[in-house]
């Protein structure tokens, strides 16, 4: 298995947010050969370059491409807002242009990358109370919609002779970045009880993890095809909310009906209240099979790391 320094240069499409920057220290500090950001804002100063690009049209950041060792598609409109038909457009539409982007660019390379890593979501399996694996049903509505047209803007810009590599990726725990320092945050409040029934599933992955995945999907020839990127043991809201409070030391924690989530979460915090009343037990039965590690598979232990080191 080559090391990241042999794959020469790895590009992150869509890089400035929470995962990319994560992903691209990570990747510097693990001793890859260049990497670059691809991202409309400026990302801070750190071990990458950055190329500027709209993820929609072609531009001088195709050049980062030609020759690379990897490219990351990570590029889409955050869903943690409130989900007007303008929204939802976002949603779709930044995922699939920029994807079609990266792979009109990969095509035209004169000297194509060894791997694509394409992100996509495990919500593509709906928002089912059983636990799914890689061979589960696809769930209905708009988070599976999109994942689907995500998935098949990649399968149909991705040229033969790439290997490709498919991350269904669950909740990313991280220290600066995501949803948990805000749900941290209501938790400190005395607003971190149970949401609604508390048996919605809660499908997550420490950001240490979601890295050494991504490190694996690039470097690992073996790796092929759709993976969940979830820690092997989801629970359910309840369960993750009371680990929440015990991480931070909360004494007691407010639940919240789900009428009550219903009004607060558009008008408090403007975001989607599906995001808390409606989740997902996932748990990959590839990575199991191919023998892949996790470092952080205990919820306790993972927000315990968390939260003492932010």
């Not at 990570?26 to 950055?50: C, D, F, I, N, Y």
């Not at 190329?51 to 929609?56: I, Y």
């Not at 095509?107 to 059983?130: F, I, N």
């Not at 892949?292 to 968390?306: Q, V």
Request: aromatic content about 8%; charged content about 20%.
């Amino acid at each position: 298995m080559p090391s990241l320094a042999d794959m020469g240069r790895v590009v992150i499409a869509g890089g400035s947010g929470f995962l990319g920057l994560n992903l691209a220290r990570w990747l510097a500090e693990r001793g890859a050969g260049e990497v670059v950001v691809l991202s409309r804002s400026k990302p801070p100063a750190g071990p990458w370059q950055h190329e500027p690009w709209d993820a929609r049209s072609q531009g001088a950041w195709a050049k980062a491409i030609d020759g690379a060792g990897a490219v990351v598609n990570l590029a889409g409109r955050s869903v943690d807002c409130i989900k007007t038909p303008l929204h939802c457009d976002q949603i779709l539409r930044s995922r699939v242009e920029a994807t079609r982007a990266v792979g009109e660019a990969v095509r035209t390379a004169k000297h194509l990358p060894r791997v694509w890593v394409q992100m996509s979501t495990a919500h593509r399996y709906g928002d089912s109370e059983l636990m799914c694996d890689e061979d589960s049903a696809f769930g209905y509505g708009l988070a599976p919609t999109v994942g689907a047209a995500w998935e098949q803007a990649f399968d149909e810009g991705c040229p033969k002779g790439i290997r490709r590599v498919v991350l269904r990726t669950s909740f990313v725990l991280g220290r600066f970045g995501g949803a948990l320092s805000r749900l941290a945050g209501l938790a400190r409040w005395g607003l971190g009880g149970t949401i609604a029934r508390g048996t919605q599933g809660m499908s997550w992955i420490h950001e240490t993890d979601m890295n050494r995945l991504f490190e694996k999907a690039i470097t690992d020839d073996a790796m092929q095809g759709a993976y969940i990127a979830s820690a092997p043991n989801a629970v359910s809201n309840r369960v993750f909310m009371r680990e929440l409070r015990r991480a931070i030391g909360a004494p007691f924690g407010l639940p919240a009906a789900g009428w009550m989530v219903k009004l607060g979460a558009p008008l408090v915090l403007r975001t989607d209240p599906e995001l808390a009343l409606y989740g997902r037990y996932v748990v990959s039965k590839r990575l199991a099979e191919e023998g892949f590690e996790f470092g952080h598979a205990d919820l306790a232990e993972a927000l315990a790391d968390l939260l003492k080191r932010a």
